[in-house]
Nanobody, 114 residues
Framework: QVQFVESGGGLVQPGGSLRLSCAAS????????MGWYRQTPGKQRELVAT???????DYADSVKGRFTISRDNAKNTVYLQMNSLKPEDTAVYYC????????WGQGTQVTVSS
């Protein structure tokens, strides 16, 4: 059974940067589209970025130009580089497979505040 372990979150000031990592295990990794999601209390989980098996990417309008998703298939890991962070980016961030969802990991908290 596939498992995801997210890491790299923390507290950062507005305008700062963070790099999130998601390590996947238990299933072939390179054949799946991977995505980063975020969720705040009382709101639905939002898909913010996706990356295909060959590296094609797509982003939600709210993060376009500030976030970059990448993957290392040899390490079964997907990354999210977040720059120019804003308070509204504060959320718990998760990774998963948009087209074949698996059990959600615990996520990693990102807090953007001065």
């Amino acid at each position: 059974q596939v498992q995801f372990v997210e890491s790299g979150g923390g507290l950062v000031q507005p305008g700062g940067s963070l790099r999130l990592s998601c390590a996947a295990s238990g299933s072939p990794f390179n054949i799946y589209i991977m995505g980063w999601y975020r969720q705040t209390p009382g709101k639905q989980r939002e898909l913010v970025a996706t990356i295909g098996s060959t590296g094609s990417t797509d982003y939600a309008d709210s993060v376009k130009g500030r976030f970059t998703i990448s993957r290392d298939n040899a390490k079964n890991t997907v990354y999210l580089q977040m720059n120019s962070l804003k308070p509204e980016d504060t959320a718990v961030y998760y990774c998963n497979r948009p087209l074949r969802s698996a059990t959600w990991g615990q996520g990693t908290q990102v807090t953007v505040s001065s």
